[in-house]
């Protein structure tokens, strides 16, 4: 049982060792880039790709994250989010989240369990809403916008969040095709110790009310499902 037990311990601790030293090898440091009017025009030219009125016209948006864990119906026009997850159920006012509903079982809860749930609702709808929509986030308030040559000689948009959302500071590279169209982002982020991961923009759905949006993200071997999006008008 002690010989199992040491080779356990061993086979563990290679595999935390092999993690460090894959973290260091891959980590990458945030890149420089110049700001102004060039990488505003970058950033116009991605959204241009985009159709991204179709998408400011769009007033409903609807999907899930992490395989349906977390599930979103979101009314643009009123500022207001179902999310539903496990057995809870919020209808999160954004503008102003003390007014949101909750449900827990169809049931109502008291004062206490309501504000952790409409936080982790917050949260959530940052995190998840992001990876639909973050092309479309890049004039939001707080954020700044950069041009950054890439190795291969390419321009690439780097969108820095420096307020707003859960986590400012965080940074992300837009890699684009020639005519402005985004396929991926690398991410300096704080939950993520490692810098410079990758994903995948490229599998885009056109919705019916034509905005363009993502079906999934590939980072690494993981495969992220947005699940069945849609974007529509009354």
Same mark, same amino acid.
């Given at each position: 049982?002690?010989?199992?037990?040491?080779?356990?311990?061993?086979?563990?601790?290679?595999?935390?060792?092999?993690?460090?030293?894959?973290?260091?090898?891959?980590?990458?440091?945030?890149?420089?880039?110049?700001?102004?009017?060039?990488?505003?025009?970058?950033?116009?030219?991605?959204?241009?790709?985009?159709?991204?009125?179709?998408?400011?016209?769009?007033?409903?948006?609807?999907?899930?994250?992490?395989?349906?864990?977390?599930?979103?119906?979101?009314?643009?026009?009123?500022?207001?989010?179902?999310?539903?997850?496990?057995?809870? $159920?919020?209808?999160?006012?954004?503008?102003?989240?003390?007014?949101? $509903?909750?449900?827990?079982?169809?049931?109502?809860?008291?004062?206490?369990?309501?504000? $952790?749930?409409?936080?982790?609702?917050?949260?959530?709808?940052?995190?998840?809403?992001?990876?639909?929509?973050?092309?479309?986030?890049?004039?939001?308030?707080?954020?700044?916008?950069?041009?950054?040559?890439? $190795?291969?000689?390419?321009?690439?948009?780097?969108?820095?969040?420096?307020?707003?959302?859960?986590?400012?500071?965080?940074?992300?590279?837009?890699?684009?095709?020639?005519?402005?169209?985004?396929?991926?982002?690398?991410?300096?982020?704080?939950?993520?110790?490692?810098?410079?991961?990758?994903?995948?923009?490229?599998?885009?759905?056109?919705?019916?009310?034509?905005?363009?949006?993502?079906?999934?993200?590939?980072?690494?071997?993981?495969?992220?499902?947005?699940?069945?999006?849609?974007?529509?008008?009354?």
């Amino acid at each position: 049982m002690k010989m199992i037990l040491k080779i356990t311990g061993l086979f563990i601790g290679i595999l935390l060792l092999s993690g460090v030293v894959w973290g260091f090898l891959a980590h990458e440091p945030l890149p420089s880039g110049a700001t102004g009017s060039e990488a505003d025009a970058l950033a116009q030219k991605m959204l241009d790709a985009l159709d991204h009125e179709k998408y400011a016209d769009t007033r409903f948006l609807h999907w899930s994250y992490r395989a349906g864990a977390n599930e979103y119906e979101w009314d643009r026009a009123k500022g207001v989010c179902l999310v539903k997850w496990d057995d809870n $159920e919020v209808h999160l006012d954004l503008t102003n989240a003390s007014a949101s $509903e909750v449900k827990v079982n169809g049931l109502s809860v008291t004062a206490t369990e309501q504000m $952790e749930l409409v936080q982790d609702a917050v949260k959530m709808f940052n995190n998840d809403s992001f990876w639909l929509v973050a092309p479309y986030k890049v004039f939001d308030v707080g954020t700044q916008r950069s041009i950054v040559a890439l $190795e291969d000689g390419a321009k690439g948009l780097m969108v820095t969040y420096t307020s707003g959302g859960s986590t400012p500071g965080d940074s992300y590279l837009w890699l684009l095709e020639d005519n402005g169209r985004p396929y991926a982002f690398k991410m300096w982020v704080k939950i993520i110790p490692v810098g410079g991961v990758r994903a995948s923009w490229s599998d885009w759905v056109t919705t019916s009310s034509g905005a363009q949006l993502p079906k999934s993200h590939k980072i690494g071997p993981i495969t992220l499902s947005m699940g069945d999006v849609k974007g529509f008008n009354p």
